[in-house]
């Protein structure tokens, strides 16, 4: 679509600036533009100095720095570029745009990589998942998806879910341009763990249509509904916040709004709710509320994925909620940490005694069938690489079924700096070499183990076997 605005093939040859021009108002969307980068090396060899004019030209300085990276790219030196970019990815952690170019780059770097082959692949996530943030919505999870398709607090549900928000990204997966995501944050991608279009196709006359006619607006509402509106929480970890956060009186009465509004409705449709990247569930009074109003006899397909840090999951706790015993598909406690010192820092207000006789509770109910899965989650980061063997062993000890690890997201909560400090996955961290070392080890190789955005790091690719969502 926006191909054609560039003014190649054309009898008088474009001068330099007008190329860049044209380049960067596309950038300036802040989407990936994988067809456009496909076409630098055909501008690279017909405008003498294009290179010349990035390498003088200040202005713009980040879209003309991602150009100057695919045009050094394009001459065939990928690992200088990617070196040159590496501070912009970095602080960029978050942007399709940037992090697109890195993936393009590194995709020539590694042509017969099949993780950097999209086309033809179809996720499925934006075509039935809806992520309800306090302001916005998301087809997948926002971190990795930050386009909203929209505000259930000002729109009704099935206008959001058909938005063409919604449907420019659905559209970039059948396009294959995941324009959108952020694809070196995406584990689906990052594990070559998107299925062919053909596949997906054949799993039910729904996706057959969605596949064959290019379907982006949709007839059924989602079946996947994450709710992380309330960042209510017990406790104040330093990766996610600065200090405890509760909502106060007109944030919850908003939030009661959005429940019976646009929430419960929604949810008469869906087949799984997940409750919560946000907070905790048990320490906020708009989910418990919510938890106690997902009646089987009203909501009889519905099963849940409970996310928690833990410390409320109590035998006491969980007797308070008799909606949730048989309809959890999935119980996940982050805990981040495989001993009580590492975790007690990283986990501001917790404490390990009462973490591991709760995991164990956990594993208890697990292993008696009350819930079907049990996983804990572990966001790596600089304070805690060393005990990832650890927390394998942890993870078996408390009766987990899945331990899945991730590099830590820069939340808005870090300076740049202080997450390149705790960003030891990164190349080039000074304890990067450590960290390496650390995920040789034999116990990340175990079956129960999920390395999602870090299986690049496994020395065999190792941890893949099971794609995290959520
Ligand atoms: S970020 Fe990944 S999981 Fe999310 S929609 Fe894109 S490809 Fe799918």
Known sequence: MFVESLPVGQPALPDADTVIATLTAVMADGADHPELWAMIPALAGTIPDLADRLT???????????????????????????????????????????????????????????????????????????????????????????????????????????SAAAQAVRASVLDGSY????????????????????????RSPFWADVITNARVALDRGPRVVNLAYDRTCNLACPSCRTERYAADDATRARFD???????????????????????????????RQLLTALTPQDYPHLRFQIMTNGMLFTPRQWAGFPNLHGRVAMLKISIDAATGPTHEALRLGARWDTMYENMR????????????????????????????????????AVGATGIYFARMTNWGTFSASD?????VFVPGHRDHPAFLAAMADARLRDPMVMLGDLAEFAPDRAGQGRIFVH
């Open 361 to 396: 509770f956990a594993g208890q109910l697990a292993r008696s069938g009350v819930i079907d899965q049990f996983d804990l989650v572990f966001t790596v980061q600089h304070a805690n690489f060393r005990e990832m063997g650890a927390a394998v062993d942890l993870a078996k």
């Open 179 to 202: 324009r959108y995501c952020n694809k070196t944050a995406c584990p689906k991608i990052q594990a070559n763990g998107l299925p062919e279009a053909a596949a997906v196709a054949a």
């Open 56 to 162: 003088t030209r200040a202005d713009d300085a980040l879209p003309i720095a991602l150009l100057r990276g695919l045009v050094q790219a394009a001459r065939g030196d990928c690992a200088a570029a990617l070196a040159a970019l590496g501070p912009l990815a970095l602080h960029h952690s978050q942007s399709a745009l940037v992090q697109g170019v890195v993936f393009h780059i590194q995709a020539l770097a590694d042509p017969d990589n099949p993780r950097y082959q999209l086309a033809g692949k179809v996720c499925t996530a934006p075509f039935e998942q809806l992520d309800v943030l306090e302001a916005s919505v998301h087809q997948c999870c926002a971190s990795w998806l930050q386009t909203s398709a929209g505000d259930l607090g000002t729109t009704p549900w099935p206008q959001v879910w058909n």
């Open 419 to 423: 997450y390149a400090d705790r960003a």
């Open 257 to 287: 709004r959005l429940q019976d509004v646009a929430i419960l409705p929604m949810l008469k449709h869906a087949d799984i709710v997940f409750v919560t990247g946000s907070g905790d569930p048990f320490a906020s009074k708009n989910f």
